[in-house]
T-cell receptor, first 118, second 114 residues
Framework: GAVVSQHPSWVICKSGTSVKIECRSL??????MFWYRQFPKQSLMLMAT?????????EQGVEKDKFLINHASLTLSTLTVTSAHPEDSSFYIC??????????????FGSGTRLTVV | GEDVEQSLFLSVREGDSSVINCTYT??????LYWYKQEPGAGLQLLTY?????DMKQDQRLTVLLNKKDKHLSLRIADTQTGDSAIYFC??????????????FGAGTRLAVHP
């Protein structure tokens, strides 16, 4: 089946630094990538939707200058948390829309990245 | 608007059936999903149902859909300790440009005890 490889699985960084999270589709083309944020014991909140070759569409309240999303190819999307602060500490998960599959089983998720900013 | 609600916690005895309920608001949702999340991991698709169906069964899993009430349920038969996890209900909603996105409920934490 379609697999999305997300790295790193966890990262600790100092306040003020930037962190890049990568999601790669291993055996399929991901036309659309979704980036979610999940706080402890809470649901997944959609941050942005990116289509290959286009600018990402951010959800209301998400700072596009802080959370930079790049989807330059059909197999790679990145999320960069710029000038990270402790309140950015969270679990970030990507999800890819699988080209050619119906919407029933056409979304596949990465394993998530736990970001801790100290 | 877009909103998916589900109960936050369910405790069952091993071997019993578990029923997790969910309500959604977007009547145009064509697909509804159940995902499972184990601690520190991503989401695993358990099953999904198309909006023109009332029921879908897949081994120990049974999904019931009541479109009139916008109510979705997941029944897990013969619940095992390995089923302990968080279960998310999600609906597929359309967005601009002909694309779709998933809206998730808060998740139901299922605890299975001996």
């Amino acid at each position: 089946g379609a697999v999305v490889s997300q790295h790193p699985s966890w990262v600790i960084c100092k306040s003020g630094t930037s962190v890049k999270i990568e999601c790669r589709s291993l055996d399929f083309q991901a036309t659309t990538m979704f980036w979610y944020r999940q706080f402890p014991k809470q649901s997944l909140m959609l941050m942005a939707t990116s289509n290959e070759g286009s600018k990402a569409t951010y959800e209301q309240g998400v700072e596009k200058d802080k959370f930079l999303i790049n989807h330059a190819s059909l197999t790679l999307s990145t999320l960069t948390v710029t000038s990270a602060h402790p309140e950015d500490s969270s679990f970030y998960i990507c999800s890819a829309r699988v080209l050619g599959q119906g919407r029933g089983n056409g979304y596949t998720f990465g394993s998530g990245t736990r970001l801790t900013v100290v | 608007g877009e909103d998916v609600e589900q109960s936050l916690f369910l405790s069952v005895r091993e071997g019993d059936s578990s029923v997790i309920n969910c309500t959604y608001t977007d009547s145009s949702s064509t697909y509804l999903y159940w995902y499972k999340q184990e601690p520190g991991a991503g989401l695993q698709l358990l099953t999904y149902i198309f909006s023109n169906m009332d029921m879908k069964q897949d081994q120990r899993l049974t999904v019931l859909l009541n479109k009139k009430d916008k109510h979705l349920s997941l029944r897990i038969a013969d619940t095992q300790t390995g089923d302990s996890a968080i279960y998310f209900c999600a609906e597929n909603v359309g967005i601009s440009g002909g694309y779709n996105k998933l809206i998730f409920g808060a998740g139901t934490r299922l605890a299975v005890h001996p």
